[in-house]
């Protein structure tokens, strides 16, 4: 088990940056993939970004180029740093952690951060 808190969520510019932090409540080390998901309002919660345990990362076509994932093992957190954000990227971004192995899959959520670009 693992619980997922985000933050750095707020109301910013279009064209600004915004850092979102997700905090593990354990050892996100041996975790095979984080990541970052959103779900705007009227709308299906679709994939951001997601980095490996060997850092692989993996973007979303619409953010590919404006959004990075890093994580930092030594402090159990991921980060989603955010730059040139356009009013489309509002919504609430949800850290997800996920861990695989032989028959099964272990998928964990976060509350949510509520991210609002204005035009």
């Known amino acids: 088990q693992v619980q997922l808190v985000e933050s750095g969520g707020g109301l910013v510019q279009a064209g600004g940056s915004r850092r979102l932090s997700c905090a593990a409540s354990r050892s996100i080390f041996s975790i095979s993939t984080m990541g970052w998901y959103r779900q705007a309002p009227g709308k299906q919660r679709e994939f951001v970004a997601t980095i490996t345990s060997v850092e692989n990362t993996n973007y979303a076509d619409s953010v590919k180029g404006r959004f990075t994932i890093s994580r930092d093992n030594a402090k159990n957190t991921v980060y989603l740093q955010m730059y040139s954000l356009k009013p489309e990227d509002t919504a609430v971004y949800y850290c997800?952690?996920?861990?695989?192995?032989?028959?099964?899959?272990?998928?964990?959520w976060g509350q949510g951060t509520q991210v609002t670009v204005s035009s």
């Open positions: 997800n952690a996920r861990n695989s192995g032989p028959g099964y899959t272990n998928n964990y």
